[in-house]
């Protein structure tokens, strides 16, 4: 059916184009957070600069840094439970989610440098 072939076409390429992930301005700052916190020996505490989140059910990340040698940012992340940690933006970058093929997404209305991670668990918990 030719409709069908219409629709099937725009999905098609739909889900081909990625977004993307840090834009310039997001990725400087979480650089300047990662070189401020290296400075400081870990002393330093950074409010979420980015919300990454699955388009296609659970995952969320929150970043707050970013170690530019190797691409591996620092933050929170909800995929079954809340955790802090390193992660590794290659890989999110690539990550292709079922059952679409969708790739992960940058939440444009959140607002960055206002919530702490903490305020960050609470959101996705739902507190």
Do not use: Q
């Not at 190797?70 to 955790?83: E, M, P, R």
């Not at 940690?85 to 890989?91: A, T, V, Y």
Request: overall charge positive; glycine content about 8%; some cysteine.
């Amino acid at each position: 059916d030719r409709t069908n072939a219409i629709l099937y076409r725009w999905d098609k390429r739909s889900v081909m184009k990625k977004m993307l992930l840090l834009t310039k301005e997001i990725k400087e700052r979480l650089i300047k957070n990662f070189k401020e916190n290296e400075a400081s020996h870990g002393e330093k505490s950074f409010k979420a600069v980015v919300k990454l989140f699955n388009p296609s059910g659970r995952g969320f990340w929150f970043l707050t840094e970013l170690n530019p040698e190797n691409n591996i940012a620092f933050g929170g992340a909800k995929l079954s439970d809340w955790d802090l940690g390193g992660i590794s933006m290659n890989e999110l970058e690539n990550l292709k989610v079922p059952p679409f093929g969708l790739h992960i997404e940058r939440d444009k209305s959140f607002e960055s440098n206002k919530h702490t991670l903490a305020e960050c668990e609470k959101l996705v918990e739902g507190r």
